[in-house]
């Protein structure tokens, strides 16, 4: 969850807790409010495929050690920026894999493709395609809060045979990754876009133009908030002024390609989208609301042609 540096002090606005809330708050110290919508106390579902991802990848073995490891995880996490993809357990959804080109970057990063996630938090969809593609040393993990970085190390327990790079970075630098300029084929961008307005998704985009290779089939792939009709969206509950996307927004925000400065060449993409219900097999369904109730979400792929 790559996030300008603005974003750091939103206005996280509290809600009167139940009762679970309120046991669970009797012993938290001065910090991020678990009063809110978005701070779920318990995991309310563990897929098997997260259960076992856990047990072969991570090590720990049987449900109420993986719950409890990833609760003390969490909460840590949620001290240093208290984002809702951290407080619904939403980074248990190893969201990657739910898009329909998955098997298809799998396949591409056992070939040898450098691939970027943008906005990692804590990495776990790069430890998800390093399970499945049975390789890391091609994949790289940015995030702007290096905690998240850390705690990644932490919650898979992999610090020292994780081959992946994790590096923190600020999409909004003017050197952001420069290293990488022009050496990624893929890259993915998860529960990231809709953090910001439109003018800063241009900006991400200009971004992601710079470290793509300028070659036919580097792609950029990603889910987020979306909605039937796209525009500008005041999130109330958390005070954020954001931009969410339909089908042709999708679209137009790649075909723009984000070069205003001019240092990017033209670059022509074939995007697909669609929109569904935006949802987790991990929420409570209370929960649902905070964001809006016409939020969908939205999986999309762009590919240079």
Known sequence: MLAPVQNQSAPWIATEPDGKEEAINKDAKDGATRHVQWYQPAIKFLPRSTVDFFENYVGVKGKDAITTHIYNVRDMAWQVLPYPCIGLFRFLDFGIHLSPDYPTVVRRVQEGATFLDLGCCFGQDVRKLAYDAGTSFNLIGTDLEEPFLQLGYELFRDRGRCDATFVRGNVFEEDFLEPYRGKINIIYVGSFLHLFNEAQQKKVVRQVNRLLRPQKGSMVFGRHLGAEKGGHFTMKSIGWD?????????????????????????????????LGRYESANWDDDRRGWQGDETKQMIFTAVRL
């Open 242 to 274: 954001l931009y969410r996307h339909d089908l042709q927004t999708i679209a137009d925000l790649f075909q723009s390609n984000g070069s205003a400065d001019g240092d990017v060449q033209e670059v022509k993409w074939e995007v697909t989208s669609s």
